[in-house]
């Protein structure tokens, strides 16, 4: 009863708010959602971290360095697009675990899903999927993943998260192009005791391409192709493998096309002069990793064009084009796949996913069909029960126009953005986005800390990337109401902001 007091107080002083002219710039009432299993406003009972947040938070950091932990959440009450904490704030997530929760908290369909008596065993039992798969697995791929994927690519294997998808990726570009190279099949005695002691030829000079700024994962293979924080980096032994500029684009991009055009080319070029300059040192670049958006980095658009261009010299100089989707894929830029944006009828050579797909994997071209058993291979090549999950995700996504839905409450965030851009140029610049896959820079990190933290304590939970960027990764089943309750929300914010 308390509680329903307070939601009914929390609500009044939100609606007064809402018609309050002098403090609203953006004006737009919020009108009521339809989803009814949802929250309708956020409700704030403490700071956050709150006090049972801090202490849990103690207690963990005991047995592990817990710094990076925000405070603890109570999934049983979160909802759609609320996030609900120990200390019993509910707060509108944008962040939504760093982009990956695809229709929200504990959606009914996925509830549905899990109380199927025939879906029970593939969420107790999780198989060794590459030796001893359940019967239905093959057709659960057919209606999950091989439903959406990507243009030309048929072939598609699961793996447990991003890292792990990339780095077998590059296994499987380095494998294909060795063959390529080989012109046979068979394997030489001086080649399979070579690589038992990490050398040459058994383990060739082979490099991926990658850019300043990219995020890939962390693991080791991973990790030579992420430049997006030398924190991410330090201390760790690592390839020597080619580094590209990425473009650094001047926002909104319909303003400064040449300007822009004239930083993209010079990318460019870099990129092939650096495959030409490590051919010569031997160290063949055999494979071009990019993301659609550079999204740890900073959230760094670069032009359709760019990347129709970029993968013309993929293919020019005979390397793979390896699309990382892992945060850009499932939605949210208002195409299922980002690379979509680009027009292209082969945009890739392999596309790697996870986060929203819940599933991590790859989509790769028939060319790339690893030639023998176990050489792409772990012990679980992912989760069975996330592929059926995946497939009612997907028949919710359909089924609602999630994709339409993310152009348009895409817009509404970010016209308020470049309203709120115009009124407080101290705090706010260079907005951009595709879809809800939103941002902006704040004048510094210091500053962006310090935003973040007042928004979540007024109920709305934002993430960081790169140095100073404010980045939106709201779930599919953020609405235009969500964008209006948010801009609202942030407006005091700033207005406040000292
Ligand atoms: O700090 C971290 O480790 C983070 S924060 C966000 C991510 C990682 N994103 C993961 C990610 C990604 O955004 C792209 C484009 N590629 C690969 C990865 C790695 O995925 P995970 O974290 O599942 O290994």
Redesign the pocket.
């Known amino acids: 009863m308390a509680s329903l007091l307070m939601f009914r107080h929390m609500t009044c002083i939100l609606q007064q708010h809402l018609f309050v002219p002098r403090c609203r710039y953006i004006g737009q009432a919020a009108a009521r959602i339809n989803v009814d299993f949802e929250y309708e406003s956020p409700l704030m009972k403490t700071e956050v971290p709150g006090p049972k947040s801090r202490e849990l938070i103690k207690q963990l950091n005991t047995i592990q360095n817990a710094d990076a932990v925000n405070f603890f959440c109570n999934y049983e009450k979160s909802r759609g697009n609320y996030l609900v904490d120990v200390d019993g704030n509910r707060m509108l997530d944008l962040y939504s675990q760093?982009?990956s929760i695809p229709i929200g908290y504990n959606h009914p369909a996925l509830i549905k899903i899990l109380q199927q008596p025939n879906n029970l065993s593939s969420f107790i039992n999780r198989p060794a999927l590459g030796i001893l798969p359940p019967e239905n697995f093959t057709a659960t791929l057919e209606e999950s993943l091989l439903n959406i994927g990507p243009k030309g690519l048929k072939q598609v294997m699961t793996m447990s998260?991003?890292?792990?998808?990339?780095e077998n990726a590059f296994k499987l570009i380095f494998m294909w192009y060795r063959k390529k190279e080989r012109g046979h099949s068979s394997v030489t005695k001086e080649e399979l005791d070579s690589c038992m002691i990490n050398k040459f030829p058994g383990c060739p000079d082979y490099s991926i391409l990658s850019f300043m700024g990219g995020?890939?994962?962390?693991?080791m293979g991973?990790l030579a192709t992420t430049h997006s924080k030398a924190i991410?980096k330090l201390d760790i032994p690592t390839f020597d493998w080619p580094i590209a500029p990425f473009p650094k684009l001047k926002y909104p991009l319909d303003q400064f096309e040449k300007e822009n055009q004239v930083e993209e080319t010079h990318c460019l070029e870099q990129v092939e002069d650096l495959i030409v300059k490590y051919r010569k040192k031997k160290t063949t670049v055999v494979g071009i990793i990019v993301?659609p958006i550079q999204?740890?980095g900073g959230d760094n658009h670069a032009s359709d064009d760019f990347f129709r261009k970029l993968r013309d010299i993929a293919r020019k100089h005979g390397c793979a084009f390896l699309v990382?989707?892992?945060?850009?894929g499932g939605g949210a830029t208002g195409k299922f796949w980002a690379h979509e944006h680009w027009g292209m009828d082969d945009p890739a050579d392999v596309v790697?996913f996870?986060?929203k797909m819940m599933t991590?994997g790859f989509f790769h071209k028939d060319e790339l069909r690893p030639d023998a058993p176990y050489r792409i291979f772990n012990t679980w090549l992912g989760e069975p029960s996330k592929n059926i999950l995946l497939a009612e995700v997907l028949n919710v996504i359909k089924q609602e126009g999630l994709l339409h839905n993310a152009v348009c409450a895409g817009k509404v965030l970010l016209d308020g953005l470049q309203d709120l851009q115009t009124r407080y140029p101290h705090l706010l610049s260079r907005v951009r986005g595709r879809g809800t896959f939103c941002s902006f820079d704040t004048p510094d990190d210091a500053t962006r800390s310090k935003l973040i933290l007042q928004t979540r304590n007024k109920g709305v939970v934002i993430g960081g990337s790169g140095d100073k960027s404010i980045r939106f990764r709201p779930t599919l089943i953020f609405k235009e109401y969500h964008a209006h309750l948010f801009l609202n929300i942030f407006n005091d914010v700033l207005a406040e902001f000292k």
């Open positions: 760093i982009s998260c991003g890292s792990c998808s990339n995020f890939h994962g962390r693991t991973c991410h993301e999204s740890e990382d989707e892992v945060q850009t790697t996870s986060k991590g």
